[in-house]
């Protein structure tokens, strides 16, 4: 896949992942108003569990060189990250500081960090490596030696 298509896929899943994390958030601060901090990150994180699973099989999915249980860390640590202390600081700063509604700030945090997560996303979480191969069997030794 192109990197401008790969682009275009990464924000429709991007898309449907704000409409997952806003509505879990919306669920959430009623549930615990007044708690924005902590309903923000577990709405990022189960948002991030929704778009690695859509990354791996739209935007990402030509990519085999992983294991998949390494590229979700690496989804983590890389947008995972980003994701939950832009969504820290920008949230504080807008709801605190700058009376935001919950929503309005979430959708500015998400589109603030967008880029970085696209790039690390496509230069290390789901970068492109050839799949390694499975060691030798002994058996295969033996008949070369």
Do not use: Y
Not at 11 to 35: K, S, T
Not at 42 to 55: I, K, R, S
Not at 100 to 124: D, E, H, K
């Amino acid at each position: 896949m192109n990197i401008f298509m790969r682009w275009l896929t990464f924000h429709f899943v991007g898309a449907l992942g704000m409409a997952v994390q806003l509505a879990i958030l919306a669920l959430l601060d009623r549930l615990a108003p007044r708690h924005f901090l902590w309903t923000s990150a577990a709405a990022v994180e189960l948002t991030l569990l929704h778009n690695f699973l859509w990354h791996t099989r739209l935007t990402w999915g030509d990519r085999l060189g992983e294991p998949r249980k390494r590229q979700l860390l690496r989804f983590h640590l890389s947008n995972g990250l980003i994701s939950l202390a832009g969504n820290f600081a920008l949230m504080r700063l807008l709801v605190q500081e700058g009376h935001l509604p919950v929503l309005i700030a979430n959708v500015v945090a998400i589109l603030c960090c967008g880029m970085a997560n696209f790039w690390l996303g496509n230069r290390w979480a789901f970068c492109d490596r050839a799949p390694s191969l499975p060691p030798p069997s002994r058996k295969v030794v033996r008949q070369l030696s």
